[in-house]
């Protein structure tokens, strides 16, 4: 899996948007991109993936750079049941990894009131 | 419903002793997965299995073992060889099908050993 850079912590506001960059410069053509979060003390839940075009679904949107060096993952109205740890990883998921990921240390997102 | 059930939630044994953390999915999932989780960082994988009667060694398998007889289960034993054992378990599984592979995961077996 490509390394991906993530900052340690971040706030956001209740009802505004919440963005969170990822940085992977030296993800390859056939990783895509996985967002995925953790609750404390719960066991990680799926958010998006892609692999070059921007996605949505009912939880959040993935914003993808061209160059597929950096995206962005897009909470379009937290609330505070979105304060949880975000993780970005990039993958081969469906090639000779099978679905193996590797978690970094992720982004603390913070949701105030 | 349909999901990974990890039991039990909680569990406390004493330094020198094996223990088998129990992971059931009703996904119909091909692939399974075990993690452990210390306090403040990312997931590590333990093990992983692709079929039945099939598994792989995962970044820290050392002091672990795992067996997977069904398709729907995959325990983790805990052997007194691992040196740190008290951590969070998760397991998880994935399905091919679609071609996504986003992995579902169980609610996890916190482990302390004294």
């Known amino acids: 899996d490509a390394k991906t850079t993530q900052p340690p912590s971040m706030d956001c506001a209740e009802g505004r948007a919440a963005n969170l960059p990822c940085n992977h410069s030296?993800?390859?053509?056939?990783?895509?991109v996985y967002w995925y979060r953790q609750i404390h003390s719960q066991g990680p839940q799926y958010i998006i993936h892609?692999?070059?075009n921007n996605e949505t679904n009912e939880m959040a949107s993935l914003i993808i750079t061209e160059d597929r060096k950096s995206s962005t993952l897009i909470l379009p109205h937290a609330t505070l049941r979105d304060t949880a740890v975000y993780y970005c990883?990039?993958?081969?998921?469906?090639?000779?990894?099978?679905?193996?990921?590797?978690f970094g240390q992720g982004t603390i997102l913070t949701v105030h009131p | 419903d349909g999901g990974i059930t990890q039991s039990p939630k909680y569990l406390f044994r004493k330094e020198g002793q094996n223990v088998t953390l129990s992971c059931e999915q009703n996904?119909?999932?091909?692939?399974m997965y075990w993690y452990r989780q210390d306090p403040g960082q990312g997931l590590r994988l333990i093990y992983y299995?692709?079929?039945?009667?099939?598994?792989q060694k995962g970044d820290i398998a050392e002091g672990y073992s795992v067996s997977r007889e069904k398709k729907e289960s995959f325990p983790l034993t805990v052997t007194s060889a691992q040196k740190n054992p008290t951590a969070f378990y998760l397991c998880?599984?994935?399905?091919?099908?679609?071609?996504?592979?986003?992995?579902?995961f169980g609610p996890g077996t916190r482990l302390t050993v004294t």
């Open positions: 998880a599984s994935t399905s091919s099908l679609g071609g996504t592979y986003e992995q579902y």
């Open positions: 030296t993800i390859s053509g056939n990783e895509y």
């Open positions: 892609g692999l070059k």
């Open positions: 990883i990039a993958s081969n998921a469906g090639g000779t990894s099978y679905g193996k990921l590797t």
């Open positions: 996904l119909n999932h091909d692939a």
């Open positions: 299995s692709q079929i039945v009667n099939d598994f």
